[in-house]
């Protein structure tokens, strides 16, 4: 696997700075997202279409897809031009918190950007797990852009589902 630096915690502690940093983002989004609602004239109907705007305005987008196989979750999330030493990877048992970040300086460059389609310098992703995992076992690899994160199911999640017996009373007891 790569260099990606993961934070394992196995409890909901929430004193790790990326949980400050994801919840001011947060705020940010909202009063974004409030922002473009107001821009509307404050008409009903497109609050959704405002809050994923302002989440890719202020996140950076990364598109990603979560798989279930062999007691685990896959997890892939695109991160092209990143470095594995740009890559942080937050995991709880029930979530995933991807944060990237180019740390690129200007060297004298004279040409000027007049538009660019190559992404945001910056992705702040969360995703929510539909079950707990082992935040411990979790392993990421940056490979040709895409983040590569295999999270095992907790013991718990992994259970089978029991079949309980429902048993019928075949007489109706009247005035019992």
Known sequence: ?????????????????????????LDAVRERAFSLFAGRGRRAGSDLEDWVKAERELFGWSPGELKERDGEYEMDVTLPGFKA?????????SELIVH???KSET?????????SEFGSSEVFRRF???????SERIAAELKNGVLKVHAPKSVAAKRESTKIPVTTTTEARIGA
């Open 107 to 115: 060297k004298g460059e004279t040409d000027r950007v007049i538009w």
């Open 85 to 93: 030493a740009e890559v942080e990877l937050t995991a709880t048992p």
């Open 1 to 25: 696997m790569s260099d990606v630096e993961i934070t394992r915690l196995n409890g909901d502690e929430r004193t790790l700075p990326v949980f400050a940093e994801l919840e001011k983002r």
């Open 100 to 102: 990237a970040q180019t």
């Open 128 to 134: 929510t797990l539909p079950t707990p995992v082992q």
